[in-house]
């Protein structure tokens, strides 16, 4: 399979430059250069069947042409090791649980995915990756936890040193091994640019090869795909189902709109957003507005700019008319989903993290403009993650997974460092000395 870039000028590129270079030379996002369809009679194969198989059944359609089937089997079965469950909240009302990965967010699926897919296909070139990934939380722990023990591979971690949370940088620092935690004296725009910079430094590129692991490539995008299908095989009955997504830089959505175009019987999308709306704003404007993004309790979708719209766009051949025709915008305060989080253990007893409560809010217009049916909600973090948010609506305490405890009582390793490249060049070229 061929890729292209969105931005259209630069050439169609194999997957292992795609997942390497993370971002087109054009400054365009990634995706395959065509779609396979599913048929009907797969869609009923894939009901109730555990997720890493729905995900091994459904990875023939995206990368049959460049994996083996023993390929595909190793790595589905060994990243997507995991269960997703569909938990009903009320009468076709369903919760999809993205959380049980190892670092409790839905970005394990994408992270776990991308290392194992790396290593499956650089098996016969072994000069080291180094893996440049800047966070604000969630991306670098699920990384690094990916990329863990990976052949051939270092992981580095930029994080600023205000606004990540202790168990954030617990999930990544403690790890030890192939994972460096660089905390850089400055905020989460200074680490972007430092991997921007280092990406285009002549002098590092030429002494070490470096991969990007962000949010925006390609081969965590794929996997995501196959979790809607496990969505619809965990379903009652075989009626489409609607789609609330609680978004940020929209790979969650984007993901959803490729399970659609694969031929995954959807009525809609609901594009679920605290007050950063870019997106709903564009879906109702036509025009997009980027703005610095407002800091909110849903802060992993603190996002003023969106890259996947890049990706929604050239999806629908950038006319907005036609996507709205499959995506409506919801936007939601934080007093909302407060208000939600606590009206949902009251009715329930089940406990939303802010994240997955904007999508439980997001239904509502979405059954407005796609009609009644059954209706799906993506969770895309444990509780536990936005532990302070959550108890004070719940007013009672979370329970700690063994896998939190452990890790909250390991060491941490972490370098501190400026915001000037040099100082990431020479952890680099040292790290690579010795
Ligand atoms: C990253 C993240 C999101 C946003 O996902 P996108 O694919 O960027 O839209 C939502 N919730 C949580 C918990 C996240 O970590």
């Known amino acids: 399979m061929k890729y292209l870039s969105t931005a259209g000028q630069s050439p169609p590129t194999d997957l292992l430059t795609a997942l390497t270079n993370g971002i087109a030379p054009d400054g365009g996002l990634y995706?395959?250069?065509?779609?396979?369809?599913?048929?009907?009679t797969t869609l009923s194969k894939i009901k109730d069947l555990p997720f890493d198989q729905v995900a091994r059944i459904i990875s023939e359609y995206l990368l049959g042409d460049d994996l083996t089937s023993a390929e595909l089997d190793e790595l589905t079965h060994k990243s997507l090791n995991f269960s997703i469950p569909l938990c009903q909240y009320q009468q076709n009302v369903f919760g999809l649980e993205l959380f049980h990965g190892p670092t409790l967010s839905f970005k394990d699926v994408g992270a776990r995915f991308l290392a194992h897919l790396l290593d499956l296909l650089r098996k016969k070139n072994r000069k080291t990756l180094y893996i440049l990934v800047a966070t604000s939380g969630d991306t670098g722990s699920a990384v690094?936890?990916?990329?863990?023990?990976?052949?051939?591979?270092?992981?580095?971690?930029?994080?600023?040193?205000?606004?990540?949370?202790?168990l954030q940088e617990s999930q990544f620092a403690t790890l030890g091994r192939n994972v460096h935690a660089l905390k850089v004296s400055g905020t989460f725009d200074d680490c972007q640019n430092m991997v921007k910079s280092a990406f285009l430094?002549?002098?590092?590129?030429?002494?070490?090869?470096?991969?990007?692991?962000?949010?925006?490539?390609?081969?965590?995008?794929?996997?995501?795909?196959?979790?809607?299908?496990?969505?619809?095989g965990q379903l009652p009955g075989n009626e489409p189902?609607?789609?609330?997504?609680?978004s940020g830089?929209?790979?969650?959505?984007?993901?959803?709109?490729?399970?659609?175009?694969?031929?995954?019987?959807v009525r809609g999308f609901?594009?679920?957003?605290?007050?950063?709306?870019?997106?709903?704003e564009y879906l109702i404007t036509g025009h997009v507005r980027t703005r610095p993004s407002i800091r909110t309790i849903s802060n992993a979708m603190d996002v003023g700019d969106p890259s996947n719209l890049a990706r929604m766009e050239y999806l629908y051949n950038r006319d907005v008319s036609r996507i709205r025709k499959d995506i409506v915008g919801s936007v939601h305060s934080d007093e909302e989903t407060r208000l939600c989080i606590r009206e949902i253990y009251k009715?329930?007893?089940?406990?939303?993290?802010?994240?997955?409560?904007?999508?439980?809010?997001?239904?509502?217009?979405?059954?407005?403009?796609?009609?009644?049916g059954p209706s799906t909600f993506l969770m895309t973090a444990h509780p536990i993650k936005f532990r302070e948010t959550v108890e004070q609506e719940i007013d009672s305490a979370l329970e700690i997974p063994e896998i939190i405890s452990s890790v909250l009582s390991a060491k941490r390793q972490v370098v501190s460092i400026g915001t000037d490249l040099s100082e990431l060049r020479d952890f680099l070229i040292e790290s690579k000395e010795t």
């Open 347 to 372: 009715s329930t007893g089940k406990i939303l993290d802010p994240h997955s409560a904007v999508g439980y809010l997001g239904i509502e217009s979405g059954l407005l403009e796609f009609g009644a």
């Open 201 to 232: 430094d002549p002098e590092l590129n030429r002494q070490i090869k470096l991969g990007s692991a962000n949010s925006i490539n390609i081969g965590r995008l794929l996997p995501q795909v196959f979790y809607y299908f496990h969505a619809y």
């Open 241 to 246: 189902t609607l789609f609330s997504v609680p």
């Open 31 to 40: 995706l395959p250069e065509k779609f396979g369809q599913v048929p009907s």
């Open 270 to 280: 609901s594009a679920a957003t605290n007050i950063n709306d870019t997106v709903p």
């Open 144 to 166: 690094a936890q990916g990329f863990l023990d990976k052949e051939g591979v270092q992981t580095v971690i930029l994080y600023p040193s205000e606004g990540v949370t202790p």
């Open 249 to 265: 830089n929209f790979g969650n959505l984007t993901a959803g709109l490729i399970a659609k175009r694969l031929g995954l019987p």
